[in-house]
């Protein structure tokens, strides 16, 4: 599981959050909960849920798939996602993720 922090303006609302997997993964979204799920692409199961005002997210990769494009649309639509969630970069999250573990 990850745990995405939330730049200032960012409301941690599930609503807000379902909309956008809608936007990202074009695919049915089953809400339980607070918590979504999904599959998209080479991801044969994404949850997203917030908790203590942080964005978690499980996935689980699907193996079977060997498409490369396939496996490169999967993770640019996965990066935009925690992009329009988070409000942060994928440079962003990993600075942050360094500090977080003290390797700066």
């Not at 607070?34 to 997210?57: H, P």
């Not at 970069?89 to 003290?102: D, F, I, Q, S």
């Amino acid at each position: 599981m990850q745990q995405y922090k939330l730049k200032r303006g960012f409301k941690p609302e599930p609503d807000r959050i379902y909309q956008v997997m809608q936007e990202s993964f074009p695919v049915e979204i089953s809400r339980n909960g607070d918590r979504f799920d999904t599959s998209y692409g080479a991801m044969s199961k994404i949850t997203v849920w917030i908790e203590n005002k942080m964005l978690c997210v499980e996935t689980v990769s699907d193996t079977t798939v060997k498409d490369d494009e396939t496996i490169l649309q999967t993770n640019k639509a996965y990066r935009d996602f925690l992009f329009k969630a988070t409000g942060y970069t994928a440079k962003e999250r990993l600075k942050m993720a360094k500090k977080e573990v003290g390797e700066e």
